[in-house]
């Protein structure tokens, strides 16, 4: 197997930007990469590119709008889509392609920018899209699902209210230093204790919003490219994983699950990790940075759990005891994680990977995880459908 | 000209989801005969790995289940959520039927602080409002069982 790397990666800055197009911040996130890589457009002979749902026909076939603006050279362009997990869908690709030889460099590039107000159902055909169930019959939006799954793990294992405002007032001290944050204000337990309800046992501040962003990878296994680049970052392994059946979590869009597991929690999640941990040939014991997928304050207890940091019902002593922080055992989301970010639903696992890459190139300041070596990037999307990159200097 | 059918009083808003005709509400599962899964909608479809597929019968799910979670939904769900007022908060419950499988739905409960993991509750209808003919167009919902 090729050995490759990322030589460049680039982000637009997370935010909202209702005046702004895909295109327009997708390109920046590109120039930032290429600029990075010290990669010319031309020797970029592929793109993975995220499908930009809300954007029409152009948001579709975003890569070759996106190729435009820098100029068509005749590569292969795809674009991919796999929700919240459609960023690690076209890394997979990118790496796929140059792992097969097809390439030696390649663009993974995700963009979005969401529709103003909130997320609803975009079919009116409850018979083939579910999603339409859940919002006409049930009034379910997204963090009534997360909240459903948050309640039974406080019966199940005691999380307090505290330990869910404790993971806002940790993130918020990393998205407080981290200039592409959206948010950026710091909190305390008592000032996120005493947020909104907004999903009972949810607060505001203890799920993440939506918002717009773009970001861009450059793959290489080039030895010119890796030579040149500042630092490269090796990938170990870049997976995707689907749900196994059985799995007892009640998906977003569904509205009926399985009264007996046979599969855990978050199964998809459970596959895509495994999967990364045989390929790349180590284990979570291994992992000295986590970016994992806190749509909201339960996910961040449920992910350390799924992804094996630690045995079921022991995340919240793991928060309480420091371990999750930078500095700890294991530094999880040290970028401020869509807590400060937000969900920007095409670009998000790309942004995970570029987070996670630039704390193994030492680049994060005053949230650098010390001596960071190993990085993984962990995301969740809808309908069972999850990707895991694992990165290595 | 004389009427030949009544008017229904109560229509639901997407069909073959729910069925109300007899005394009790009961919600549309079906079960494959081959791997045994129950699924919902009935025309949703959700196999074991390996099933042949064969023998899918329609199931009506038992009237009461348990309570496996629930919460309180402080904003008003966006459209295509529609209901004639602002009933925001209202409860959200996942329950249990004693066939196998969890289905979700709305808590219709006066008092929602009140609500606990293990309570009985029985499936019932909801209307979410009213149509231009009059009639009540409904949902399934839960309520507990006193
Ligand atoms: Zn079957």
Same mark, same amino acid.
């Given at each position: ?212 962003? *773009?970001? $861009?990878?450059? %793959? @290489?296994? #080039?030895?010119? /490219?890796?030579?040149? &680049?500042?630092?490269?970052?090796? +990938? ?24 007996? *597991?046979? $599969?855990?929690? %978050? @199964?998809? #999640?459970?596959? /895509?990790?495994?999967? &990364?941990?045989?390929?790349?040939? +180590? ?35 793991m928060l309480r005891d420091g371990q999750t922080q930078i500095g700890g055992r294991l530094a999880v989301c040290p970028s401020g994680g869509f807590s400060s970010f937000g969900e920007a639903i095409g670009a998000q696992a790309i942004w995970q990977v570029v987070e996670a890459s630039n704390q193994l190139r030492g680049r ?30 | ?65 348990k309570l496996a979670s629930y919460t309180i939904e402080h904003y008003m769900c966006p459209p295509p959520f529609k209901t004639a007022e602002n009933i925001s908060p209202y409860g959200i419950g996942l329950v249990e039927f004693p066939e196998g499988i969890q289905v979700a739905g709305l808590i219709m409960e006066s008092d929602l602080d009140a609500l606990q993991i293990g309570q009985e509750v029985e499936t019932i209808t909801y209307a979410l409002y009213r149509n231009e003919e009059g009639q009540d167009v409904v949902t399934w919902a839960f309520r507990v069982l006193k």
């Amino acid at each position: 197997m090729r050995e490759i790397s990322i030589v460049g990666v680039g982000l637009h800055p997370w935010g909202k930007f209702k005046d702004k197009t895909f295109i327009e911040i997708g390109t920046v996130a590109i120039a930032n990469a290429l600029k990075d890589a010290g990669v010319e457009w031309k020797d970029v002979q592929a793109i993975f590119s995220g499908i930009y749902i809300y954007g029409g026909n152009a948001g579709h076939i975003s890569g070759q709008y996106l190729e435009s603006v820098f100029g068509e050279t005749g590569i292969p362009v795809v674009n991919v889509y796999n929700a919240c997990a459609t960023g690690s869908a076209a890394l997979r690709m990118a790496y796929n392609s140059i792992a097969a030889g097809e390439v030696d460099t390649a663009l993974a590039v995700g963009v979005d920018i969401s529709p103003e107000g909130f997320l609803s159902a975009k079919s009116d055909n409850p018979r083939q899209d579910r999603d339409v169930l859940r919002w006409r019959m049930a009034g379910m939006p997204n963090p009534v699902y997360w909240a459903l799954e948050c309640r039974k793990r406080m019966a199940r294992y005691g999380t307090s209210d505290e330990d869910l405002a404790r993971v806002k007032v940790v993130l918020s001290q990393y998205g407080a230093k981290n200039p592409n944050a959206r948010y950026k204000k710091t909190y305390t337990l008592e000032e996120v204790m005493n947020s909104l309800m907004v999903c009972d046992p949810l607060r505001l501040l203890e799920v993440c919003a939506t918002s717009d962003g *773009a970001a $861009a990878v450059i %793959l @290489s296994a #080039s030895p010119g /490219a890796v030579k040149k &680049a500042d630092r490269p970052v090796k +990938i170990a392994a870049t997976t995707m994983g689907s749900a196994l059946y059985g799995d007892p979590t009640l998906r977003i869009s569904a509205l009926s699950a399985p009264a007996a *597991a046979e $599969a855990p929690l %978050l @199964s998809e #999640s459970y596959s /895509a990790s495994r999967q &990364a941990y045989k390929k790349a040939g +180590i284990g979570p014991e291994d992992i000295d940075v986590l970016e994992l997928p806190d749509n909201s304050s339960w996910h961040y207890l449920q992910y350390l759990e799924t992804c094996g940091f630690c045995g079921e019902g022991e995340a919240e002593k793991m928060l309480r005891d420091g371990q999750t922080q930078i500095g700890g055992r294991l530094a999880v989301c040290p970028s401020g994680g869509f807590s400060s970010f937000g969900e920007a639903i095409g670009a998000q696992a790309i942004w995970q990977v570029v987070e996670a890459s630039n704390q193994l190139r030492g680049r994060c300041g005053e949230r650098q995880v010390p001596d960071a070596k190993v990085a993984m990037a962990q995301t969740y999307g809808l309908m069972g459908n999850s990707g895991t990159t694992i990165l290595k200097v | 000209m004389e009427k030949t059918q009544t008017q229904k009083a109560r229509v639901p808003a997407l069909p073959d989801l729910f069925d109300f005709s007899g005394d009790s509400v009961r919600i549309r599962s079906a079960r494959c005969g081959s791997c045994g899964t129950y699924f919902f909608p009935e025309y949703h479809a959700q196999h074991r790995s390996g099933c042949s597929r064969e023998g899918v019968e329609p199931v009506l799910l038992s009237n009461s289940g348990k309570l496996a979670s629930y919460t309180i939904e402080h904003y008003m769900c966006p459209p295509p959520f529609k209901t004639a007022e602002n009933i925001s908060p209202y409860g959200i419950g996942l329950v249990e039927f004693p066939e196998g499988i969890q289905v979700a739905g709305l808590i219709m409960e006066s008092d929602l602080d009140a609500l606990q993991i293990g309570q009985e509750v029985e499936t019932i209808t909801y209307a979410l409002y009213r149509n231009e003919e009059g009639q009540d167009v409904v949902t399934w919902a839960f309520r507990v069982l006193k």
